[in-house]
């Protein structure tokens, strides 16, 4: 385009000296044409010839007529013409007239003989009353010779000029020719000027067309997301910003702001690639968007991050129509999407914040995300209206965000150590090593709690280092029967290199290898399946012990039993909850145990508060047991206390005067 855009402007001003140029040499041919006519009307040589001849001509009438009458009359006009012809003469001697006598010498001959001859009658012709008869007849002679002169070069004179005007005529004629050239080339630049003008025009419209074009493009750009063809997070702050605004005023009601974020779809765009992620985020987008576009009080549904989403409502009908929808919205979100012939399911989570006159709305999509944050927290796939006192966990959480990394560097993490009882001796035969924080404002802070936190950052990897560590470190001088089993996370099996760690720790602390279990959850089965099973079993061959936690929460799939070699299983508090109230769970607890024993796995029971539990985990076949009964986490320095406290609860065991005696004091 601007290449082309320069070939019409070199041509424009190429053609605009040309224009000049002609326009020149046409002012010049004009002016040459002026002169020639100016030439061709000064040319009076035929004139001057012509008239020559009638004066003399009339002389000789005159002067004829006078010999027959002798009248005065006759005499005196005779006298008149004689003058005008001594006159005529002077005239000849003009400019022009000598210099078409010049051009021929014989015409200079011819003139000077009939000038000579008139001059010499001139004096007869004005004394013509006293000249005789004979004397008229010689005047009338000499006249005849002057008038043959006259008529002679009067008659070259004309064929003269007629020659020149005809020549003159002919330049003009040419000039002309040219000059019609020259206009028409003139007309025909300008034509082409013109036309030129009306192609560039053409294109630059063409252009301007193009550019309004991709300025619209590059708005959508802007303010859509490429991938799903949503508004963008920025044109959701426009809009928002406008919502806000209109409901800033008085009495025009409030809107609602729901943040939505798929459930699980890291884990898709892990495991099925990001293509399958792309796919799913554009179904999910297209429900999202048929969704709303059925909602009369729909402002603006956008994609705002990776698989974050917000959608803003009029609230005029209320919270409970808003929720209504959110959850409508949630249904068709977690409904199972096909990709490439596979079946995924996703769930969805929503935020919800509403305004209300005595908050900030401006803080309505925080508010929604702080939302979505705890209904992710506490489950997934689930909606969660906002309550100010979110705000306060959410401040919480921030608040142990920031100082985790500090916390683990400078040792604030400590670990803590639940026992284990083996059921069938009273022998405490290890402890659970259970990350403890006493935050110096927010008091003890849940490793269920930061141990989340810890693993979104990352931090769960030097921190566990650190447990790992001091744990082996303080078993060193616990009895020499008793191990400490070690809780991992999903994390560790994914960044850093556990089995290295592991091992440096055993050498550097000395701990033996066979006193330490470490415990793993199913989501590690579920997540790292393959890359878990090939690190447990390089930890196992170390000689550690490797155990499944919390068995009988989440999908609790009987095939992970198999999947490797596991050395202890650990049934869920959850389970040992329901012991008391439902028959069925302590089926469940003898079924899970002998399928176990079958494998030769270890069972131990968790969070056992009583002495109910205790024995009716014994009786389904758990080898050991662990739980409040016998012990709570405790400091290290408190860990003998604890034991003693252990082995006195054993005693009570029924059937138990064995169990006693046998007791690890
Ligand atoms: P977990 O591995 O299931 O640990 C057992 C949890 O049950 C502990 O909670 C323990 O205090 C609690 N518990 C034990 N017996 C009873 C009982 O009789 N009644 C009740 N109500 N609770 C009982 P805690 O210490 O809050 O730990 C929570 C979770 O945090 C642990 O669950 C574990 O998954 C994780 N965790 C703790 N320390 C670490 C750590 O160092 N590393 C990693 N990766 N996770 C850890
Ligand atoms: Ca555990
Ligand atoms: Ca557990």
Redesign the pocket.
């Known amino acids: 385009m601007r290449s082309l855009s320069n070939v019409f402007n070199l041509l424009a001003v190429g053609l605009t000296i040309a224009f000049l140029a002609i326009y020149v040499a046409h002012s010049s041919i004009v002016s040459s044409t002026d002169t020639a006519l100016e030439r061709s009307s000064r040319y009076d040589v035929a004139w001057v010839g012509a008239a020559g001849r009638m004066e003399v001509l009339s002389l000789q009438k005159l002067l004829a007529k006078f010999m027959i009458t002798s009248d005065q009359a006759d005499a005196s006009q005779v006298k008149l013409f004689a003058a005008i012809l001594a006159n005529r003469f002077s005239v000849f001697q003009s400019h022009s007239y000598q210099a078409f006598l010049d051009r021929k010498p014989k015409r200079r001959v011819l003139i000077d003989a009939a000038r000579q001859t008139f001059e010499r009658i001139l004096p007869d012709l004005n004394n013509i009353e006293e000249l005789s008869g004979r004397q008229l007849e010689l005047v009338q002679q000499d006249l005849e010779k002057v008038f043959a002169g006259i008529d002679r070069i009067g008659a070259e004179a004309q064929t003269d000029s007629v020659n020149q005007v005809a020549q003159i005529r002919s330049e003009l004629k040419k000039k002309q020719d040219l000059q019609k050239w020259v206009a028409s080339g003139l007309f025909g630049f300008i034509a082409l000027l013109l036309a030129i003008a009306a192609i560039q025009n053409l294109f630059l419209r063409k252009a301007n067309r193009k550019a309004v074009g991709s300025a619209e493009g590059f708005s959508y750009l802007a303010h859509h997301d490429s991938l799903t063809g949503l508004p963008n997070r920025m044109a959701f702050n426009t809009r928002f910003a406008s919502a806000l605004a209109r409901c800033a005023e008085p009495h025009k009601g409030s809107i609602a702001v729901l943040a939505i974020d798929l459930d699980g779809f890291k884990a898709v765009n892990d495991r099925l690639g990001h293509a399958t992620g792309d796919a799913l985020l554009k179904q999910v987008a297209e429900r999202m968007s048929a969704t709303c576009a059925t909602f009369a009080n729909s402002i603006i549904t956008a994609r705002i991050g990776g698989d974050e989403f917000a959608v803003v409502l009029d609230a005029a009908e209320g919270i409970d129509a808003v929720l209504e929808q959110a959850d409508e919205l949630r249904g068709v979100l977690s409904a199972p999407y096909e990709i490439d012939g596979v079946a995924l399911v996703v769930g969805a989570s929503v935020g919800v914040a509403v305004s209300v006159a005595e908050r900030n709305p401006d803080k309505l999509l925080i508010d929604a995300d702080i939302a979505l944050t705890q209904a992710k927290a506490s489950g997934k796939d689930r909606i969660l209206l906002f309550d100010p006192a979110m705000h306060d966990i959410f401040l919480r959480t921030a608040l142990i965000q920031a100082e985790l990394a500090g916390a683990i560097e400078n040792d604030k993490?400590k670990?803590?150590y639940?026992i284990k009882v083996d059921v069938a001796t009273g022998r405490v035969t290890g402890a659970?090593?259970?990350?403890?924080w006493n935050h110096p404002t927010l008091g003890p802070v849940?490793?269920?709690e930061f141990?989340q936190i810890?693993?979104q950052s990352g931090l769960?990897v030097p921190?566990?280092r650190k447990?790992?560590e001091k744990a082996c470190r303080d078993a060193l001088h616990f009895p020499q029967d008793m191990g400490i089993a070690?809780?991992?996370?999903v994390v560790?099996f994914v960044r850093g290199d556990l089995v290295q760690t592991v091992r440096e720790v055993l050498e550097t602390t000395g701990f033996p290898a066979h006193r330490l279990t470490l415990?793993v959850?199913e989501s590690l089965m579920i997540s790292e399946s393959d890359r878990a099973v090939e690190i447990l079993t390089q930890i196992q061959e170390m000689g550690i012990s490797i155990a499944l936690?919390?068995f009988g929460t989440g999908y609790s799939a009987l095939s992970y039993l198999r999947q490797f070699d596991w050395d202890e299983l650990?049934i869920?508090?959850a389970f040992?909850m329901e012991l008391e109230t439902d028959d069925r769970a302590g089926a469940i607890v003898g079924s899970i145990v002998s399928m176990a024993h079958m494998l030769g796995i270890q069972v131990t029971a968790?969070?056992?508060?009583t002495y109910e539990q205790i024995e009716i985990l014994r009786d389904a076949g758990c080898n050991t047991i662990?739980?409040?009964?016998f012990g709570?986490?405790v400091p290290v320095s408190d860990l003998p206390g604890t034991i003693l406290h252990a082995v006195a609860a054993t005693a009570r065991l029924s059937n138990s005067s064995a169990l006693a005696k046998n007791a690890v004091a």
């Open positions: 993490i670990p803590h639940q659970e090593v259970l990350a403890r849940s490793p269920a141990t810890a693993e769960i921190m566990g447990i790992l070690v809780n991992l996370s560790q415990e959850t936690d919390d650990k869920d508090r040992v968790e969070g056992a508060e662990q739980g409040y009964h709570r986490p």
